[in-house]
């Protein structure tokens, strides 16, 4: 796959050295101005912009500022013949520049820079796509979660109605059949025939109640698997979350190369997200210099194994060793409990730990995929 990478300059012959030494390894586009970069933009879906700061109508920093506005998803890199302090500074906050470039440069910097972005871009596309799929997860699962629940409540009592109902209707019948067809309990049994007709009419909309609970259980089942690689996974996981843990405290991260498990990475980047949120929010009323967060991925036999350990967690705490919607604040149940609905489908175990006093370990095993990787 090929690359589009843009490079604006006024000057033709740095264009032509530029074509000439990165036409082999990606798709070049060229510029002399910045109204045609911006038409360029328009036309290709450009993964890095290089612009060089001195150009007539619209210097290069005003054209990245631009394109930050109008093109996020771009890569800006400054290229400047000009030592300019302020220039540098004006690029980063204001075109938000990946890279800040002097010429005359060097062709193995150049390389570099370029194939940097390009990798850059990757990354952020990965982790949008990775986030909207995390997102449409957790909003089916959550509906999973509670229709499943009701599923399971309303089981035991529309299934209870219906055998009322039928003894009563049985009961009924018995009565009819001991009560004399003749003419002074005429009405009696009409009025016993209209209840049996009300009591049969009941117990087909039990019934029917039944069919729907059980189709929701079935409908909330696992979905169709393939193979997930956990590390990258966890790895766009931890890129999602690179703002919290700065400020967690001491972070610990142990990851160890582990088989594919069968699954979908929204599903196991999900329980990733919901477990590593947890041990953040129980953390966050904790002294900084007293928070420590251990996150760990290993293979252990037939199962990989995915640990999250916090300290932080208030001594005395009523937690108990399993997970249980409405033990903690609303949102952070329902991401525990939809995790163990996930890891649930995927043949695996949620385990917590809560005996050592002021911290928390939660432990998921899944199966290594069956098929080969």
Not at 186 to 212: F, T
Not at 237 to 249: D, K, M, P, V, Y
Not at 326 to 344: K, T
Request: proline fraction near 5%.
């Amino acid at each position: 796959m090929t690359y589009d990478v843009l490079f604006v300059d006024d000057e033709p012959e740095n264009l032509t050295v530029f074509e000439a030494a990165c036409a082999g390894r990606f798709n070049v586009l060229i510029a002399s101005s910045a109204a045609q970069a911006l038409e360029l933009l328009r036309q290709h879906v450009v993964f890095v912009l290089l612009s060089d700061q001195r150009m007539p109508g619209m210097t290069g920093l005003e054209l990245l500022e631009k394109v930050a506005r109008d093109y996020p998803d771009v890569v800006r890199m400054l290229v400047t013949a000009y030592s300019d302090t302020q220039t540098a500074i004006d690029a980063i906050n204001r075109g938000q520049v990946r890279r800040y470039l002097k010429k005359p440069w060097q062709q193995l910097e150049l390389m570099t820079a370029l194939a940097d972005g390009v990798e850059y871009h990757q990354m952020r596309a990965k982790l949008c796509g990775l986030e909207r799929r995390l997102l449409e997860t957790e909003r089916v699962y959550s509906l999973g979660v509670i229709t499943a629940g009701l599923a399971r409540e309303l089981d035991g009592p529309v299934s209870s109605l219906k055998a009322h109902v039928a003894t009563a209707r049985d009961l009924l019948r018995a009565t009819l059949e001991a009560t004399p067809p003749d003419s002074s309990r005429a009405s009696q049994r009409g009025a016993l025939l209209d209840m049996d007709e009300e009591l049969g009419e009941a117990l087909v909309g039990a019934e029917r109640a039944l069919d729907v609970v059980r189709g929701v259980e079935i409908s909330t089942g696992p979905s169709k698997k393939q193979d997930v690689n956990v590390s990258e996974v966890l790895r766009l996981t931890l890129r999602l979350l690179q703002s919290e843990l700065r400020t967690a405290g001491s972070v610990e991260i142990d990851v160890h190369t582990v088989p594919p498990v069968s699954g979908s990475s929204a599903q196991v980047g999900q329980v990733m997200l919901n477990l590593l949120v947890s041990a953040l929010d129980m953390m966050v009323n904790t002294p900084r210099h007293q928070r420590a967060l251990s996150i760990r991925l290993r293979d252990d036999g037939p199962w990989v194994i995915f640990e999250v350990r916090n300290s932080g967690l208030p001594c005395g705490s009523e937690l108990e060793s399993d997970f249980k919607v409405g033990q903690l604040e609303p949102q952070r149940g329902l991401g525990l409990a939809i995790s163990r609905s996930i890891v649930h489908d995927l043949g695996g175990h949620l385990d917590t730990d809560m005996k050592t006093p002021g911290v928390a370990l939660r432990r998921v095993r899944l199966p290594h995929s069956k098929r080969p990787a």
